[in-house]
């Protein structure tokens, strides 16, 4: 039987759906509470990291936030969002624009560093503090060191 040939991070991020909200008439798990859910896009996700300026960082909730706000939502699917995250990330990659987009600018509501993108959280840290935010190793896990002053608001 042939293989069939993956689709790229590029061709999943540019023929992704377009955002649209869902309106949830009852919670589907604690994730998903009622109210108008953002499924947003690759191409959303990165376009909101476009507005994170270098030197600072922004949370995942803050991101998904800022997202729904956008697109007029209460609030942005986590688990697909993370899944676009990635595919920007890999997009990146693949043209050869990864310094372009700042996809290491999202790290845990906690301050950690993700594990799921392209280089994992070594990789994070090194474009972080290139930027100038400090980094910090706690164990076997990276995080921002100062929160306070290097996260987004909002």
Known sequence: M????SKTAVHKRDSAAQPHVKTLTEAKGSNYPPGRML???PLAVQD???TVPAGRVITAPQLRARLARRFGADYTCPITTG????IVAEA???EARAGEVPVWR???ENGAL???LPGGPERQAARLTAEGVAVVRRRSRWFVDDMQHVA???
């Open 39 to 41: 499924i947003a896009s």
């Open 2 to 5: 042939p293989s069939r040939s």
């Open 83 to 86: 899944i676009f995250l990635r």
């Open 92 to 94: 990146a990659l693949e």
């Open 48 to 50: 909101e990291l476009a």
């Open 152 to 154: 987004m608001t909002g």
């Open 106 to 108: 999202v790290v845990s």
């Open 114 to 116: 993700l594990d799921k």
